[in-house]
Structure formats: structure tokens, C-alpha cells
């Protein structure tokens, strides 16, 4: 009887544990059992593409039912490329928020050391998030607290532009950021299709936006046709750039839509928002409480002609009609 007594005691305290623990384990799981989901957003710079991802970040979360102001709290930093902000920027918002998205790869890379392995860090738009940045482990398993979006440039399909619609270019220009990894990652390889086909790739490096006035100014009197990859760098000097290439009569061709928008020729490229969007998205299901460590990086593979009508009358160039069709049709003609 004792025995039996002792037994059914323990099965009650057991039970009583279980009941008491459960809960406190599913709140941990699962972040949209706070009343108010705290959001935390730290962008490298200002420049469109960037806020473009920011803006798509914002559409992504609606789209999933979460808002501003209904059940969600968003605090936006923006460290205008200074990385001591990064650093204190991402340790503030890693202190006083529930989930945290990283726009450009060193914003990233700030708050996953902040996070500590802890909250959840939400690449934004990344473009080489295992070699580039080390920030996860691979992309079908990312490892730990770390997953999001990412979208490779199309560098194929953008040389192919540029041959269609400068035949006779031989030498290209390629202008990146010595500091970024992901604008580095993406020259090098352009620079490997340009060579495989045939073509000279001259390769140019800024430290940052202070050189581009002479850089390109040097780059624009060497080559027949400039590249701008998707690089934070270049994206945040392309007027200085295109200012330069005007005047020496080159057309820049650049790898992200929005690029074009400054004063860029011509590009197929992925949409900046929907990378933003992207991750939005992959945030709702992690607040709803799947693990970041196995949960896939996502890509945004689908790019469109962008065609800057402007640029295009200025340096005289002929853009074939079958690519001016499709951008009418599916991209964007930019009058």
C-alpha cells in the first residue's frame, strides 16, 4: 500500500511539473504567444536597394497578418556605414527584441554576434550567406539562431545583356568594394564569365564612396563598357559613377534594378523588394515557431529586364527590340 501510495505521488508530481514547465517551453518556441511580436531591423546604409529589401521586409510581415501597431513593434536602425554603429546598433536591438533582420551582410553579421545564438537573426537579401559572410552553415541547414533570404545576381544573363546590346564592347570594366564580401564574391565571378567568353574584364576596387570619383573616372577612359554589381558600395556612389561614365560616353550596366533607377544603362536583375518580402515571410513562420538552425535560405531567382530609357537616348545606344518587349512586358521601362 505504501508503495502504491509513493507511486501515485510521484506520477502526480510529475504531472504537476509537466503542467507548470509546458507552457513556459512554448513560449519559448513559439514568439507569437507575446501580446506584441518586438522587431528588429539594422540596415548597412542608405540607398535604394537596401531600402527597397527594408520596405519588402515590412510587406512580407503583413502579408502574414503581422502590422504595425496591431501586434507588432518595429525598431528600425540605420548605421549609415559606419561600423562601430553597426556593432552598437545591433547589440542595442539584439537587447530589446524578439526577432532581428539584417540588411546587407555586415548588418547581418553584427547582430548575429549580438544575438549570441539566441534570438533570431533573419538574413535580408544576402547575397553569399555561407562563403561570403560565414553566417550560416549551409543553406539547406543554416545552423543555430540564423536563416533568410537570399538572391544571387543572374551574372549570366547580365553578361548576355551587355553583348546584346553592346556587340562590339571587348573590354568590361568591373568596379567593387574591397570591404564587402558579397560585392567582391559577385566581381570575381563576372570576372570568370567575362574571361570564359572571350572578353577582357579590367577589375577596379574602392575602399569606400570617397573613391569613386577617381576611380571611375579611370575606369571610364580605359574600357568600352562598365559593370556594377550588386555591391553596397557602388550602389550607394552609382550617380558619381554614371556621372563619370556619361562624360567619357560609356553606359554602366548594374546588377540590382534599383541601380539602374540611378542612372544605370540597362539590367536583368532580381527584385530588391521581393528579396525583403522573402524574408517578411520566412519570419512569420519562425514567430509562429519554426527553428531558423533547419530551416532552409530561401532564393529569389526570377529577374526582368529594367531599361533606363533616359540613359539609353543619351548615349545614343539600340536596345533589341525582343529585350525592350520583354521589359515592357514583365520588367520595367524607366522613362
Keep these: 500500500m505504501k508503495r502504491m501510495i509513493t507511486f501515485i505521488g510521484a506520477i502526480l ?7 507548470v514547465t509546458q507552457p513556459a517551453q512554448n513560449a519559448n518556441n513559439k514568439l ?5 511580436i ?22 512580407g510581415l503583413k502579408d502574414e ?3 504595425e501597431g496591431k501586434n507588432i513593434k518595429v525598431e528600425f536602425q540605420n548605421a549609415q556605414g559606419d561600423q562601430s554603429n553597426l556593432k552598437t546598433m545591433a547589440q542595442q536591438l539584439a537587447n530589446r527584441d524578439d526577432i532581428l533582420f ?3 551582410t555586415p548588418a547581418a553579421q553584427s547582430l548575429v554576434n549580438a544575438a549570441n545564438k539566441t534570438t533570431p537573426v533573419m538574413m535580408a537579401g544576402i547575397s553569399n550567406p555561407v562563403g561570403g559572410g560565414g553566417l550560416v552553415e549551409s543553406e539547406k541547414r543554416p545552423g543555430a539562431n540564423v536563416t533568410g533570404s537570399s538572391g544571387d545576381s543572374p551574372l ?4 548576355q545583356l551587355i553583348r546584346d546590346v553592346m556587340p562590339q564592347a571587348k573590354k568590361i570594366g568591373v568596379v567593387y568594394t574591397s570591404s564587402d564580401s558579397g560585392g567582391q564574391s559577385n566581381a570575381k565571378k563576372f570576372e570568370k564569365l567575362v574571361k570564359k567568353a572571350g572578353l577582357q574584364a579590367k577589375m577596379y576596387t574602392i575602399a569606400n564612396t570617397n573613391d569613386m570619383q577617381q576611380i571611375s573616372q579611370q575606369m571610364a577612359s580605359d574600357v568600352d563598357v562598365i559593370y556594377a554589381p550588386q555591391d553596397n558600395g557602388v550602389a550607394s556612389s552609382m550617380k558619381t559613377l554614371v556621372n563619370n561614365a ?23 536583375a532580381i527584385d530588391q523588394h521581393d528579396l525583403g518580402r522573402t524574408a517578411g515571410h520566412m519570419a512569420a513562420k519562425v514567430i509562429h515557431g519554426k527553428k531558423p538552425a533547419n530551416y532552409p535560405v530561401e532564393y529569389v531567382v526570377k529577374g526582368k529586364y529594367v531599361i533606363n530609357q533616359k540613359q539609353v537616348d543619351k548615349l545614343n545606344i539600340q536596345i533589341p527590340e525582343k529585350i525592350m518587349q520583354q521589359a515592357h512586358k514583365n520588367g520595367r521601362v524607366i522613362k
Design 102 to 104: 539584417g540588411i546587407a
Design 246 to 268: 556619361n562624360q567619357a560616353g560609356k553606359a554602366v550596366f548594374p546588377a540590382a534594378d534599383t541601380m539602374v533607377a540611378d542612372g544605370g544603362t540597362a539590367s536583368y
Design 13 to 19: 508530481v510529475f504531472l504537476g511539473f509537466a503542467l
Design 38 to 59: 518586438k522587431v528588429g531591423i539594422l540596415q548597412l546604409v542608405s540607398h535604394p536597394a537596401l531600402n527597397q529589401i527594408h520596405q519588402g521586409i515590412i510587406s
Design 156 to 159: 549570366d544573363k547580365q553578361l
Design 32 to 36: 507569437v504567444q507575446h501580446k506584441v
Design 65 to 67: 497578418g503581422f502590422k
